[in-house]
């Protein structure tokens, strides 16, 4: 029997509960834990993605958070499958871009961006469940990455690394995780996924969590809306698959019908070769019966149609 979880789910939470300054506290533990540093949340922003269309109401979410070394952190949430969620990401952070960089502004306070996108679908392929990305510089002749100058590094002492410039990936494959939480990220992940936090989990954050996303905590009100959320992921999801497994059952029955169509031409001309077999064979009898009663290799060509060439395999069997 399936335990139900006690808590509500991650991006339910980003929707009603993480936007709230008392609550940064679990956004930064859960960045602290990916980004591998402590992480302090200047702000939320508001930005034209924040905006709930129809269409991705029930699909996905995101938050916008400026932390406190400048860095723009998007998270987003996707539970519907995109082929072409990659592009959607370096748009996303393009956008962010220009979108926070003021004109007459100098090109050194260009906020980096960190992409961290929690996907609940099979995206791309691989075997972790945890993906990081950024851009280095590398030489095509010597493969030596490209540095930061001695003056650069003057210039901009927070700076060690060029791809530090550039925006950061991460990738979160939800459905990948195996539930076995081996460090304090996996603690998270499992939240992600289960919407379950264990009494053991000690991650940064985990605990606010633990005690602000419980189902107990909401209102009357939260809780019809989290449940209208929750029925509407489950049908989306619901018809999601079926729209999958009817496509798989026409892909199915359209291998069926080329493999029926091969076997029968197969047999087909398995028939049409014992056919002519067959007939070959009874030639090759009349050739042998009509030299045996003497006739030449000429008469037997000529009455047969066969060519004296022929008629002579024919005699050497």
Not at 156 to 172: D, G, K, M, S, T
Not at 279 to 297: D, N, Q
């Amino acid at each position: 029997m399936i335990k139900a979880s006690t808590h509500i789910r991650f991006d339910w939470a980003i929707k009603r509960l993480l936007r709230q300054k008392a609550n940064f506290v679990i956004l930064e533990g859960f960045l602290s834990e990916l980004l591998r540093r402590d992480v302090s949340i200047i702000e939320i922003l508001e930005r034209e993605g924040n905006k709930e269309s129809e269409e991705d109401k029930f699909n996905r979410v995101d938050i916008l958070a400026k932390i406190d070394q400048g860095e723009l952190v998007i998270i987003e949430v996707q539970n519907e499958r995109e082929h072409d969620y990659f592009h959607r990401m370096n748009y996303a952070q393009g956008k962010l871009v220009s979108q926070y960089f003021g004109e007459g502004s100098k090109y050194k306070e260009v906020k980096r961006i960190i992409s961290v996108n929690i996907v609940y679908f099979e995206l791309g392929q691989g075997t972790d469940y945890v993906y990081e990305g950024h851009t280095e510089f590398k030489g095509i002749h010597t493969h030596d990455i490209l540095e930061l100058s001695h003056l650069q590094k003057k210039a901009f002492p927070e700076l060690e690394y060029v791809h530090e410039i550039f925006a950061r990936y991460y990738i979160i494959k939800v459905n990948h995780f195996n539930d076995v939480a081996k460090d304090s990220l996996d603690e998270w992940i499992y939240f992600l996924k289960n919407s379950e936090i264990k009494d053991e989990f000690t991650a940064r954050g985990i605990a606010e969590a633990k005690k602000v996303l419980r189902k107990d905590e909401m209102s009357e009100t939260e809780r019809i809306q989290y449940e209208r959320f929750v029925k509407e992921q489950r049908i989306r999801e619901s018809e999601i698959e079926s729209a999958i497994l009817e496509v798989e059952e026409k892909l199915m029955r359209v291998i069926e019908d080329e493999r029926a169509e091969k076997e029968k031409a197969f047999a087909d001309k398995e028939n049409a070769l014992k056919k002519e077999a067959e007939a070959l064979s009874l030639v090759e009898k009349m050739v042998k019966r009509l030299a045996a009663k003497g006739f030449s290799v000429a008469e037997i060509a000529g009455d047969t149609g066969l060519s004296e060439d022929e008629v002579k395999n024919m005699l050497a069997r």
